[in-house]
């Protein structure tokens, strides 16, 4: 067995490392610090290459390619989506990530994404909401208590201040669970029998069901004046948790409008409906919330941008840990020239 | 540390484990199995789902990804090409790429892809090489003497029978090395002074340049009849290898016609310039070699297609063997809607 050289390897955070990096840090400080990342990028927003997500679908599901980069560093996350999966022991969405330099076209990390992809997730969902929700609101409605509900929930407390949830599932194991996940958490968690009890008193309302079909989690008796809608869990053509009628009445803000369009709870609007982008709220370029009474929504689908904040993030937190393995997956032959002479070399 | 179950681990194929893999193989006993593998995925051409692959382009180079799938396998590679690399010890070309499964989309190999795509590319010559040679060509010249050059000598001797090869190139340094490799590789090697004499008897002329930018390795006047050209080098727009006229005398066997009208040699031509498409010629559905005073050119370029053969060869090949390491790159919760508490549970 030859030694690799220095440029052959690459970071690689496993799904090991990525649970101890997180539990060593504690998710609270995690969340926080990566909404600081994505706040960075959605700041700089002009500076990305905004390449368009590339679909491979298939009767059973999907597999995406997300590719994104600025001046410096690219990064693209591999994810599929196949509703079945949990019916035979396997994840819905299973996820990796890799970043690379702009200037050499070499990998600088490549890590596992499904952990990651649901702390970025609950992140740019509370540091929107840190720009939209109404002053010193305590009080979240959780709708959908599944893999997200957690996460969400904690980074709402961690960045926006939040000391209450109520939560409701259509299947009660799932808000047990959530209840029994967050008992440590320092909030005041209250399970709730229907999304009317759940919305009761709270000023921040999300949603996070994961059917894939138009369903109505929200009517629009529902919700009164001066809520922040968090709507997560409509991200796909077909998939939308809201009724038309609380789009029409809400200030829309989206990630990014080209992809909303097609994913978020917008494709049940007109193409030319009128939506704010968030980077321009962060640049204070756009108006976020204007009036206690107002109805903000963020529309949120997930997009590349916010992994390559995640991956850069987690490039940065690496540094000088033990959170990560050295990957042999360069080919680095001392002469370019002289591949065949390497591998012959190996032998 | 948690145990990862077996539905989180992924295998991998380190550039060490490629090297002795492909050294406990033989070099040309892998490339003429690689080689039954394109020629399999050449005859069900129809049944790929074609994306176009997808460039991040920088000042110094690109990044791209080149996706495709069939109906029960989806694969991709990552590959980087930057010219200036060389100069400061880094490799032009890094590779790596991933096979997965279409029904649950799970990966099911990562594996590195510098040494496997030189293979795949000497592979899909040699076969293309079968088809299209002159009846008993034993002579090939090769003007370029890169890293590419060894790897279409030894497929071209493994697939096609040649026992000759006459090298050439501008620095007499890569000829040299080209020539040490192959000193026990049974071929007879002819180091040359000019592209003249290296093509002196020739049947077959590879031409496999480097340079970015529309260069005239073969003149109109350098190739006589009946001779099969294989032209590896001008693989991305502006770059090009070939006089114009030598098309024109030509007919001309490209990979996937799209693509190839914007990379290969034939971005000199019309865009209604005849080509036949190779998998047809595989198929019995169009003709190949016709005539022995006829030029045939492949005009070569890359494709996905091609990849993805080699990604399903390896992850087969594997099977049983030492050849990998796992990687555990995907989160596997008992309970799929329990994330958090998998997170919980590794503290």
Request: proline share 3%.
């Given at each position: 067995m030859t030694q690799p050289s220095d440029k052959a390897l690459v970071p690689f955070v496993s799904v090991d490392n990525m649970m101890a990096l997180v539990n060593a840090t504690g998710i609270e400080a995690m969340l926080r610090d990566l909404a600081g990342y994505i706040e960075e990028d959605f700041k700089r927003w002009p500076e990305f290459d905004k390449t368009p997500r590339?679909?491979?679908?298939?009767?059973?599901?999907?597999?995406?390619?997300?590719?994104?980069?600025?001046?410096d560093k690219y990064g693209f996350k591999y994810v599929n989506g196949h509703p079945k999966n949990i019916r035979d022991g396997f994840q819905t969405v299973t996820a990796f990530g890799v970043l690379s330099s702009v200037a050499n076209g070499y990998p600088l990390l490549v890590t596992e994404m499904t952990v990651l992809t649901a702390l970025r997730t609950a992140a740019t969902s509370a540091l929107v909401g840190s720009y939209l929700a109404p002053k010193g609101a305590k009080v979240m409605a959780m709708i959908g208590n599944g893999a997200q509900c957690e996460f969400q929930a904690l980074a709402f407390k961690a960045i926006c201040g939040i000391d209450t949830v109520r939560l409701y599932d259509i299947d009660p194991a799932a808000t047990e669970k959530a209840v029994r996940n967050l008992a440590k958490s320092g909030l005041t968690v209250i399970p709730c029998r229907s999304g009317?009890?759940?919305?009761?008193?709270?000023?921040?309302?999300?949603?996070?069901?994961?059917?894939?079909?138009?369903?109505?989690?929200?009517?629009?008796?529902?919700?009164?004046?001066?809520?922040?809608?968090?709507?997560?869990?409509?991200?796909?053509?077909?998939?939308?948790?809201?009724?038309?009628?609380?789009?029409?009445?809400?200030?829309i803000f989206v990630e990014y409008p080209p992809q909303t369009r097609i994913e978020g709870e917008i494709q049940q609007l007109d193409d030319t409906h009128p939506v704010t982008e968030?980077?321009?709220?962060?640049?204070?370029?756009?108006?976020?919330?204007?009036?206690?009474?107002?109805?903000?929504?963020?529309?949120?689908?997930?997009?590349?941008?916010?992994?390559?904040?995640?991956?850069?993030?987690?490039?940065?937190?690496?540094r000088g840990t033990a959170f990560f393995d050295h990957l042999d997956m360069l080919a680095d032959p001392d002469d370019p020239r002289d591949l065949v002479g390497m591998v012959n070399r190996a032998a």
């Open positions: 590339v679909a491979s679908h298939s009767a059973d599901g999907v597999i995406e390619l997300m590719p994104t980069a600025d001046a009317e009890e759940a919305i009761e008193g709270a000023q921040i309302i999300t949603t996070c069901t994961a059917d894939k079909q138009y369903a109505t989690i929200l009517t629009d008796n529902m919700v009164g004046s001066g809520v922040h809608i968090n709507a997560i869990g409509g991200d796909c053509p077909g998939k939308t948790e809201l009724h038309r009628d609380i789009l029409l009445r809400s200030d968030l980077w321009q709220v962060m640049r204070n370029e756009a108006a976020g919330r204007r009036d206690p009474r107002q109805i903000t929504l963020f529309d949120s689908v997930g997009f590349a941008i916010e992994d390559f904040s995640a991956l850069r993030f987690i490039h940065d937190r690496i």
